[in-house]
């Protein structure tokens, strides 16, 4: 027997949504001790920077609005947007999981749940994005979460303590080892989860599997750099989807910031730097509007809105940081537009008209009048979503589909449900992931510890 230095149930690498939920889950369903190691909380995780919009079908909060939806329901307008039937049993397992949860952190946890009526987004058949009332984003989730780990008696945090990698036999994987400051600490446990999100903050992972993300702003934190997938990868696991990423449209080039993806569906245009409209708006999801703006010579385009469409999109944690950054300007008339962009007033005029077809696209949601707000976006990445293969339950699968035993992934370092590129992402399935595996994998592995 090879000494230890500590010995559990299970052992998670990684305390975002993804880690601190399957720890919660597992202890609920009969785990004695449980260990999360934490890369590092002061620089976040992505959950926390997150909007925290959780897409759930068939929920009380639907129940309660005269939503009529379902697991079943969102699982087919998933697929009709990524394309990819391959993951169908994944889709379905996840998204039957996810009222589940969205339910579960309301009245178990007493996070403040809401469904998202003024949430429209592209692909999504009914209101099915819940949030917080308030919008304050993912930052009060992940508060939420790491309350109720701290008060879990059998459920370990231990911060600014990195896994470093897999302990391995021929029967499976049987730990992992970790950094301690200092020192490095072997821990066996009976469960392997990997929950240490994807590699958006690698550049050279970035570069050999998802090439059309280098280059874009990238909107999420430093420690994605995908350390749980390489390890996996270099015992045999599989990977899907590596190309695929969350992308945004609406990345404010000057400030980084990010504005709300309902606008387009509220009625902005978008228009290149000689005022031509490229895209019909409200018929994409912001990723794929991202691939879209990037494929344009100019890599960027100005976005133009109204005040109709700012008081239904301001209520949200993006535009608050946004408007703090001061990422948009406002003007009273098309001359004071003209000015600031370069573009001439009669194109500009043209964009904004809702009678004016643009070959192609066809025209505006609706016309826009002064005053207008704009600014110049461009396309950025917010995570990866490629990953490991993994079965409903989680459990890790090489390339014959059998199982790496002793291994689970999921969120980000799972292989995601959004097909091969950005352009099959809805919205809301970077927490469907780091959520619903949790739930699936915590339940699983609870009930045989
Ligand atoms: C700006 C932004 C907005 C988004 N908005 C939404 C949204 O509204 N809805 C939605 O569904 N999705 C959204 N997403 C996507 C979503 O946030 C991610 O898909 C999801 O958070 C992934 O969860 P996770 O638990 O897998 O990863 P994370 O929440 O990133 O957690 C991973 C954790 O692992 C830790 N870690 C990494 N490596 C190691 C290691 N070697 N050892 C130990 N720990 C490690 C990290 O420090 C981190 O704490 C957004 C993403 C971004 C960046």
């Known amino acids: 027997m090879v000494d230890v230095d500590y010995e559990v149930d299970v052992a998670i690498v990684g305390g975002g949504a993804c880690g601190l939920t399957t720890a919660l889950r597992a202890v609920e369903s009969g785990a004695q001790s449980v260990a999360i190691f934490e890369k590092s909380t002061r620089q976040g995780c992505n959950s926390q920077f997150s909007s925290g919009s ?36 994944i889709v379905r397992a996840l998204c039957g999981a996810a009222p589940c949860y969205v339910e579960w952190l309301a009245d178990q946890l007493g996070y403040p749940m809401e469904l998202g009526l003024d949430m429209p987004r ?35 945090f231990i911060d600014n303590t990195p896994g470093t990698g897999l302990l391995v036999d021929d029967r499976g994987v049987w730990g992992i080892t970790v950094r301690e400051p200092g020192e490095e600490k072997k821990v066996r446990a009976g469960a392997v989860v990997l929950a240490a999100d994807g590699f958006g903050a690698s550049q050279e992972m970035l570069a050999r599997f998802a090439p059309d993300a280098v280059g874009r702003v990238y909107g999420g934190v430093s420690t ?3 350390d749980a997938i390489s390890w996996a990868m270099a015992i045999g696991a599989q990977t899907d989807n590596m190309a695929a990423f969350l992308g945004h449209g609406l990345m404010v080039s000057a400030t980084g910031t990010r504005l709300n993806p309902s606008l387009p569906l509220l009625g902005a245009v978008f228009v290149d730097p000689t ?31 109204d005040e109709q469409a700012m008081s239904a999109a301001e ?33 500009l005029a043209r964009a904004i008209d809702g009678s004016h077809d643009t070959p192609g696209i066809g025209a505006p949601l609706r016309s826009l009048a002064p005053p207008l707000y704009a600014t110049w976006v461009t396309g950025g990445i917010l995570t990866t979503q490629g990953g490991l293969r993994v079965d409903t339950g989680g459990r890790v699968l090489r390339a014959d589909r059998s199982v ?40 699983y592995i609870g009930s045989r510890s």
Request: aromatic share 6%; proline share 1%; no cysteine.
């Open 54 to 89: 959780l897409a759930a079908g068939g929920t009380r909060f639907q129940a309660e609005a005269g939503v009529v939806d379902s697991p079943q329901r969102h699982a087919e307008d998933l697929m009709r947007v990524s394309g990819d039937r391959a993951s169908e049993e």
């Open 122 to 156: 592209a692909g999504q058949s009914v209101p099915r994005l819940h949030t917080d009332v308030g919008r304050l984003g993912g930052a009060r989730l992940i508060d939420t979460l790491r309350r109720a780990v701290g008060d879990a008696e059998r459920i370990a």
């Open 275 to 305: 005022g031509q409209r490229f895209v019909e708006e409200s018929a994409q999801g912001y990723s794929k509007l991202g691939s879209i703006l990037m494929a344009q010579s100019s890599r960027r385009a100005l976005i133009l809105w």
């Open 315 to 347: 209520n949200s944690e993006l535009m608050r940081d946004s408007k703090q950054a001061n990422a948009w300007k406002r003007y009273e008339d098309l001359e004071s537009l003209s000015a600031a962009t370069d573009i001439a007033v009669d194109a």
């Open 404 to 443: 790496i035993r002793g291994l689970y992934a999921g969120g980000g370092s799972a292989a995601g449900i959004s097909g091969s590129s950005a352009d099959g992402y809805s919205s809301g399935n970077g927490l469907l992931t780091a959520f619903g595996f949790a739930w699936l994998i915590g339940q």
């Open 224 to 226: 994605s750099t995908g």
